[in-house]
């Protein structure tokens, strides 16, 4: 019941966006080598047809585009883009949710870890 109210927003987007689209030509082919990985990381042959590797490609580049676009419509209400935006869109699909706030935290530590390394290391040169 909720789907035909949403159809219709991302139709309207679409149609929007066509002439954006038509402007914008986007390289092909950028991220097939990842791609290609990342398909047979999943369980496809090794060595997959470049048609369905251009077909994944356009699905994600589409999606990535999209999410981007709604964050930034988010955002623009408080006048800037943060990544609270992008996990409040994909608050509803738990698994990305958890896996966007590991990798979050992650880079945190990471952050920390070199902060605490820079600083053992000036500390080293301070004593010589």
């Known amino acids: 019941m ?26 092909r082919g950028v991220f097939q080598k990842d791609l290609q990985h990342m398909m047979y990381g999943f369980g496809d042959d090794a060595n997959p047809l470049p048609e369905t590797v ?3 490609e356009d699905i994600v580049v589409e999606y990535v585009t ?7 419509d988010i955002g623009s209400k408080r006048g800037k883009l943060s990544v609270e935006d ?3 869109l994909i608050r509803k699909d738990t698994p990305k ?5 590991e ?11 070199r902060k605490a390394f820079e600083v053992d ?3 080293l040169a301070t004593l010589e």
Do not use: W
């Open 2 to 27: 909720s789907n035909p109210s949403t159809g219709t927003s991302s139709k309207a987007k679409v149609g929007s966006s066509q002439p954006a689209e038509a402007s914008f030509k986007r390289k």
């Open 54 to 56: 251009t077909l994944v």
């Open 66 to 72: 999209d999410l981007a676009h709604k964050a930034q």
């Open 86 to 88: 992008f996990l409040y």
């Open 97 to 101: 949710l958890n896996r966007c706030t």
């Open 103 to 113: 990798l979050l935290s992650m880079q945190e530590e990471l952050k920390q870890a």
């Open 121 to 123: 290391e000036e500390k």
